[in-house]
């Protein structure tokens, strides 16, 4: 399976970003995740979808001002970040894993993305 995320970008602190990830095939495509990580640091769980997209589960530091969602129809994974603060600024990698429920922790996860920067300026 194949992940190609895309979407980041350069924001004012305060501003919107809306990530995609597109999963090319549904066959194999369980969980998914968004992970990030910023300079110098380790990648940080940051949200997660199970495959009918009806379960979700968010970490507190993005809780409230990011949405994960999925389009089983058009293979593609978002995460709607909204109210952006500098310290979100990381490369963000989407993940997927075979089996249908969510989860946090990287290893549960199989396939990863190439990942894509968002920069939020103060």
């Known amino acids: 399976v194949q992940l190609q995320a895309s979407g980041g970008g350069l924001v004012q602190a305060g501003g919107s970003l809306r990530l995609s990830c597109a999963f090319g095939r549904s066959f194999g495509v369980g969980g998914m995740a968004w992970f990030r990580q910023a300079p110098g640091k380790e990648r940080e769980f940051a949200a997660t979808i199970n495959q009918s997209g009806g379960d979700t589960f968010y970490a507190n530091s993005v809780k409230g001002r990011f949405t994960i969602s999925r389009d089983n129809v058009k293979n593609t994974m978002y995460l709607q970040m909204n109210s952006l603060k500098p310290e979100d600024t990381a490369v963000y990698f989407c993940?997927?894993?075979?089996?249908?429920?969510?989860?946090?922790?990287?290893?549960?996860?199989?396939?990863w993305g190439q990942g894509t920067q968002v920069t939020v300026s103060s």
């Open positions: 993940a997927a894993r075979n089996q249908p429920t969510i989860r946090r922790s990287r290893a549960d996860f199989i396939y």
